[in-house]
């Protein structure tokens, strides 16, 4: 009965259901059809915009260039109004070529070009056109993208990579670009001065001159991923920005202010990796992979490239003596290239008193330091102007560089070299003289004879040495970040730590002249079964100076890096170290062109860690540092070593008139 009169009450409402339904469903109909405008009200918005661009004095071409794999790269062609015959000046980048002409919107090019990468008094008065590319992958460029490409061969099966791609593009430059002369040089700073490298390999004929500055050339070896080994964990938000996206859109993020307390949490690099997923990411997982110098490192380590190319292109390595990020590379390609240079003439060295890049910016002081002239002012108008004139521009006069300009820092003034590191032509030569650590935390050029046999402090994961004074700033160049001024900050906190220990000369009476690079022979021992050597050589100012008070007492960091024990008997043969015996560890400090004036001293600190710049060592050995535990991070009494058999030293490249 029940089931019966519901199906009479469903019959009886069943038309004004339908209708009901029937009304909803053209209500519905209604929404989904497409929006229609107001036909009175068209939107203010043109369909095509066509900006008026007849006062300005340049012409601007965006441009999609094909590789010779059907891949096109998004390129921008800035060309002066009037330009003819006019030379090009190219940088390729991983960091938006949009970005880098637009710095400031202007009608005139000059403004368009300030900002990173691009020397814009040279390039503008000069009336170079300026070529910026997008490389395969990122932003406006079609392709995969891969950190730092390796060239075709063992770690690059496909017939492309960066020498490929910028052959192809100098070939189209030089075909369709009709204001220009047909000459291309190439230019770029860091990852953009690995670029100009890369053109050096199998070069097209158009390309006459190349000047990469502070380019990124081994990452292993002491550029932007280790430092002999050392893993410079702070790079971890590059690597995180430059790999996840095309155009960098996802951002490194933290909740701590001081860096210290982030890489403190996370224990080692490859959990604080996990805690930001980075596994998605390619080139962290080859990095994670690859802890020791194996051929994934040494075959793409662009000095080895090069060494094995002839030398076909004049070439000019600019290198910043106080480098935070690439202090390995411009040296390094010169001592591969310069050997190929028979005439003396096609490779150039210059060498400021920079930071990362500082050449393109104000030179006349870096952090407290300062020069006494704009010295990155004196490269450009002196030295970069008449050198790419003299290869761009038709009937330019050969200019008169040195074959090496360094600016001797101390007496703050350019020299013109014959070659490095013999600082001086004539009448003077570059003599090893070992500076060695003494007992009683003396340093001085006389052997130890007797006295302590070594100095000890006790070396705690759990507490290791910052690299710079806290709260540690994230890298970076803007909004007030000093990561740019590092390797100047004044050393005084570290050395009045007990984990950190010291080593001062008397007071000079006599200039101390060094030119080249400092080489550590470190004779210590750790309680542990791994560790870091972390060794300074430092100026220290005289207590007072009349001139500039607030650098009275101040400890400059002439040359100082990190040396991950692991490796002593070799960078790709890591081993276990021998508890409580003294070792023998020897490694190069970045190079110097100083002058210790008479009234300062000098110094040498050693310690265990450098962080978080650095990964902090467990100090027990582990296979891979990246996946170290919590408990392998152990306390380690470490012992510098001065006893007449067991001599510590620096062998300093000491100037001999």
Same mark, same amino acid.
């Given at each position: 009965?029940k089931?019966?009169?519901?199906?009479?009450?469903?019959?009886?409402?069943?038309?004004?259901?339908?209708?009901?339904?029937?009304?909803?469903?053209?209500?519905?109909?209604?929404?989904?059809?497409?929006?229609?405008?107001y036909?009175?009200?068209?939107?203010?918005?043109?369909?095509?915009?066509?900006?008026?661009?007849?006062?300005?004095?340049?012409?601007?071409?965006?441009?999609?260039?094909?590789?010779?794999?059907?891949?096109?790269?998004?390129?921008?062609?800035?060309?002066?109004?009037?330009?003819?015959?006019?030379?090009?000046?190219?940088?390729?980048?991983?960091?938006?070529?949009?970005?880098?002409?637009?710095?400031?919107?202007?009608?005139?090019?000059?403004?368009?070009?300030?900002?990173?990468?691009?020397?814009?008094?040279?390039?503008?008065?000069?009336?170079?056109?300026?070529?910026?590319?997008d490389?395969?992958?990122?932003?406006?460029?079609?392709?995969?993208?891969?950190?730092?490409?390796?060239?075709?061969?063992?770690?690059?099966?496909?017939?492309?990579?960066?020498?490929?791609?910028?052959?192809?593009?100098?070939?189209?430059?030089?075909?369709?670009?009709?204001?220009?002369?047909?000459?291309?040089g190439?230019?770029?700073?860091?990852?953009?001065?690995?670029?100009?490298?890369?053109?050096?390999?199998?070069p097209?004929?158009?390309?006459? %001159?190349?000047?990469? /500055?502070? +380019?990124?050339?081994? *990452?292993?070896?002491? #550029?932007?991923?280790?430092?002999? $080994? !050392?893993? =410079?964990?702070?790079?971890?938000?590059?690597?995180?920005?430059?790999?996840?996206?095309?155009?960098?859109?996802y951002?490194?993020?933290?909740?701590?202010?001081?860096?210290?307390?982030?890489?403190?949490?996370?224990?080692?690099?490859?959990?604080?990796?996990?805690?930001?997923?980075?596994?998605?990411?390619?080139?962290?997982?080859?990095?994670?992979?690859?802890?020791?110098?194996?051929?994934?490192?040494?075959?793409?380590?662009?000095?080895?490239?090069?060494?094995?190319?002839p030398?076909?292109?004049?070439?000019?390595?600019?290198?910043?003596?106080?480098?935070?990020?690439?202090?390995?590379?411009?040296?390094?390609?010169?001592?591969?290239?310069?050997?190929?240079?028979?005439?003396?003439?096609? %490779?150039?060295?210059? /060498?400021? +008193?920079?930071?990362? *890049?500082?050449?393109? #910016?104000?030179g006349?002081?870096? $952090? !407290?330091? =300062?020069?006494?002239?704009?010295?990155?002012?004196?490269?450009?108008?002196?030295?970069?102007?008449?050198?790419?004139?003299?290869?761009?521009?038709?009937?330019?006069?050969?200019?008169?560089?040195?074959?090496?300009?360094?600016f001797?820092?101390?007496?703050?003034?350019?020299?013109?070299?014959?070659?490095?590191?013999?600082?001086?032509?004539?009448?003077?030569?570059?003599?090893s003289?070992?500076?060695?650590?003494?007992?009683?935390?003396?340093l001085?050029?006389?052997?130890?004879?007797?006295?302590?046999?070594?100095?000890?402090?006790?070396?705690?994961?759990?507490?290791?040495?910052?690299?710079?004074?806290?709260?540690?700033?994230?890298?970076?160049?803007?909004?007030?970040?000093?990561?740019?001024?590092?390797?100047?900050?004044?050393?005084?906190?570290a050395?009045?730590r007990? #984990?950190?220990?010291?080593y001062?000369?008397?007071?000079?009476?006599?200039?101390?002249?060094?030119?080249?690079?400092?080489?550590?022979?470190?004779?210590?021992?750790?309680?542990?079964?791994?560790?870091?050597?972390?060794?300074?050589?430092?100026?220290?100012?005289?207590?007072?100076?009349?001139?500039?008070?607030?650098?009275?007492?101040?400890?400059?960091?002439?040359?100082?890096d990190?040396?991950?024990?692991?490796?002593?008997?070799?960078?790709?043969?890591?081993?276990?170290?021998?508890?409580?015996?003294?070792?023998?560890?020897?490694?190069?400090?970045?190079?110097?062109?100083?002058?210790f004036?008479?009234?300062?001293?000098?110094?040498?600190?050693?310690?265990?860690s450098?962080?978080?710049?650095?990964?902090?060592?467990?100090?027990?050995?582990?296979?891979?540092?990246?996946?170290?535990?919590?408990?392998?991070?152990q306390?380690?009494?470490?012992?510098?070593?001065?006893?007449?058999?067991?001599?510590?030293?620096?062998?300093?490249?000491?100037?001999?008139?």
């Open positions: 009965m089931s019966s009169r519901a199906a009479i009450a469903w019959r009886g409402a069943k038309p004004a259901l339908l209708s009901l339904l029937l009304s909803l469903s053209s209500v519905a109909m209604a929404t989904d059809a497409p929006a229609q405008q036909p009175n009200y068209p939107s203010e918005t043109p369909a095509t915009f066509k900006p008026v661009t007849s006062s300005y004095d340049y012409v601007e071409r965006d441009v999609m260039i094909p590789m010779r794999d059907g891949v096109k790269l998004y390129t921008v062609i800035l060309i002066p109004k009037g330009a003819h015959h006019a030379g090009m000046v190219m940088t390729r980048t991983p960091y938006s070529a949009k970005e880098l002409t637009h710095h400031v919107m202007s009608g005139h090019l000059g403004p368009m070009l300030e900002g990173y990468d691009n020397a814009t008094d040279v390039i503008v008065e000069d009336g170079y056109i300026r070529v910026i590319q490389i395969r992958g990122k932003y406006g460029s079609e392709g995969d993208y891969v950190m730092n490409r390796p060239v075709h061969g063992p770690l690059n099966p496909t017939p492309v990579d960066d020498a490929t791609d910028t052959y192809d593009t100098i070939d189209w430059l030089v075909k369709n670009v009709a204001e220009s002369n047909g000459k291309v190439t230019i770029g700073i860091s990852y953009d001065g690995f670029e100009p490298l890369m053109s050096l390999v199998n097209h004929p158009a390309l006459k %001159v190349a000047v990469p /500055m502070n +380019p990124m050339v081994d *990452g292993w070896m002491g #550029d932007d991923w280790f430092h002999h $080994g !050392a893993f =410079r964990q702070q790079n971890m938000s590059y690597i995180y920005e430059q790999s996840a996206s095309r155009d960098n859109s951002k490194w993020w933290t909740s701590y202010h001081d860096e210290y307390d982030l890489f403190m949490q996370a224990g080692s690099a490859g959990e604080l990796g996990r805690q930001y997923g980075m596994e998605q990411l390619g080139f962290w997982n080859k990095m994670i992979a690859h802890p020791a110098y194996d051929s994934f490192w040494s075959d793409q380590a662009v000095d080895k490239v090069l060494a094995a190319q030398l076909k292109v004049p070439v000019m390595l600019v290198h910043s003596l106080w480098d935070q990020e690439d202090i390995y590379g411009a040296l390094a390609v010169y001592r591969a290239i310069k050997p190929k240079d028979k005439n003396g003439d096609m %490779v150039k060295l210059v /060498m400021g +008193p920079w930071h990362h *890049g500082q050449e393109i #910016d104000e006349s002081s870096l $952090g !407290a330091i =300062r020069f006494g002239s704009d010295t990155a002012k004196y490269f450009r108008e002196h030295i970069l102007r008449p050198y790419l004139a003299q290869y761009l521009k038709d009937g330019a006069p050969k200019a008169d560089i040195a074959a090496v300009t360094a001797q820092t101390g007496t703050n003034q350019w020299q013109r070299l014959s070659h490095w590191p013999l600082a001086c032509d004539e009448g003077c030569s570059t003599k003289r070992p500076l060695y650590l003494e007992a009683g935390n003396k001085g050029f006389s052997a130890p004879s007797s006295g302590d046999a070594y100095d000890e402090y006790v070396s705690d994961p759990a507490h290791p040495v910052p690299f710079r004074a806290r709260p540690i700033q994230p890298i970076g160049y803007d909004n007030g970040l000093t990561w740019a001024q590092w390797l100047v900050d004044d050393q005084r906190e050395s009045g007990t #984990d950190v220990v010291t001062v000369s008397d007071v000079l009476t006599q200039p101390l002249t060094i030119a080249g690079a400092p080489v550590v022979h470190l004779v210590a021992s750790t309680s542990g079964t791994d560790s870091d050597w972390v060794v300074k050589l430092i100026d220290v100012y005289p207590d007072q100076v009349s001139e500039q008070p607030e650098m009275g007492g101040y400890q400059l960091a002439v040359s100082m990190i040396f991950r024990g692991r490796y002593r008997e070799g960078f790709d043969n890591p081993k276990p170290l021998a508890a409580n015996q003294a070792l023998a560890y020897r490694f190069d400090l970045p190079a110097a062109n100083h002058v004036l008479p009234g300062h001293r000098v110094m040498v600190q050693v310690q265990s450098w962080f978080p710049l650095y990964d902090r060592n467990p100090q027990t050995f582990v296979p891979n540092m990246f996946w170290a535990k919590p408990g392998d991070y306390k380690a009494t470490q012992r510098i070593y001065h006893a007449p058999d067991q001599a510590s030293y620096i062998a300093l490249p000491v100037i001999a008139h």
